[in-house]
């Protein structure tokens, strides 16, 4: 993919204001180099990101990057519970455009992953080669968790899809002592027949390196993956919550992945690799860069990125 160019399936993203915002966001992209990740939480170490490895960016016991800190005020420690409380249900409602149809969300890591490194650290098989069961996530400068990010981002998120008639599946509520890990992630996913999954999580790169990006399934095949089926809808369900998520956030595509699409394919992801049903990954933000951390704990910022998700999720449903 040349520097500075859309894709197809990025001009495919809904049509007005969307395509321009997102067409836009190719000025000035960083394009940095990237490798990939140890864990299946969508992160790939870029090289000018930080003295830190992989697996210290990925844990919030980690000391801060080695990197300047940015001179932008950095955000309390102290957030707003999540927009529902944990484990709270409620029923499709009785209309509307997405009734009949199943959503999954699946909110990255788990606060409590760190408590159990044995079982978190233990290898499961993706398919194409084995992975961490799970990881611990990353967190800001000030301390505020990816897997809090997620999980309010999915509780919010949840909201939006019911009222829209939609049956949602949590891949987990925070009510469990550590994981799912990534294989059971793409089960419940599987078993529940869903017509799309997203799984929410925000990155953990470097300072100046800002933005989101949507992580598409490549073509893989091997044991128990096969993405063969669901390359082409996982494509367009990306498209349309990238184009969404710009028009409803104001947030630009990442500078650093994606060449300024803010779209990116990754072939090591068992939460991809092991998908039956059309799925992607968001990383909605950077937590280690002072001007993304402010908007990810924000909770009014929060919202407007579950209504960009739900609104790239309907816009894939309806067709």
């Known amino acids: ?50 003295s830190s490895s992989p697996s210290e960016r990925s844990s919030p016991s980690s000391s801060p990057p080695s990197s300047p800190a940015s001179t932008a005020p950095q955000p309390a420690r102290s957030e707003p519970a999540s927009a529902e409380p944990k484990g709270s249900e409620a029923a499709p409602a009785a209309d509307g455009p997405l009734r009949g149809k199943v959503v999954v969300v699946d909110p990255g890591h788990n606060i409590h992953n760190a408590e159990h490194s044995t079982e978190i650290n233990r290898q499961v098989d993706i398919g194409t080669g084995h992975k961490e069961c799970d ?3 990353t967190e800001t400068n000030s301390g505020y ?57 925000a990155d953990g790169a470097g300072p100046g390196q800002r933005g989101f990006h949507v992580i598409l399934p490549a073509k893989v095949r091997g044991g128990a993956a096969d993405t063969g089926p669901i390359v082409e809808p996982s494509k367009e369900l990306g498209a349309r919550v990238a184009g969404n998520f ?37 990383e909605c933000g950077n937590m280690r860069d002072a001007q993304d951390a402010a908007l990810l704990t924000d909770g009014g910022w929060r919202e407007k990125a579950a209504q960009g998700i739900a609104d790239g999720i309907t816009d894939f449903l309806r067709g």
């Open 135 to 137: 990881t611990t996530g």
């Open 145 to 201: 968790a990816e897997a809090t990010f997620s999980l309010d981002v999915a509780h919010r998120l949840r909201a939006i899809l019911q009222s829209r008639g939609a049956k949602v599946v949590l891949t987990h509520d925070g009510d469990r002592p550590y994981g799912p890990c990534v294989t059971e992630r793409a089960e419940i996913g599987n078993k529940a027949h869903g017509d799309a999954a997203v799984s929410i999580h």
């Open 1 to 50: 993919m040349s520097h500075g160019s859309v894709p197809p399936i990025a001009r495919r993203l809904v049509a007005g204001p969307a395509v321009v915002l997102l067409a836009a966001g190719l000025a000035g992209c960083g394009g940095g180099t990237v490798g990939m990740g140890g864990g299946d939480d969508g992160k790939k170490p870029v090289a000018a990101a930080s």
């Open 246 to 282: 710009v028009k409803v956030t104001g947030s630009a595509p990442s500078n650093y992945i994606g060449h300024g699409t803010g779209l990116d394919t990754r072939g090591d992801l068992g939460g991809l690799n092991l998908s039956t049903i059309p799925k992607v990954f968001i």
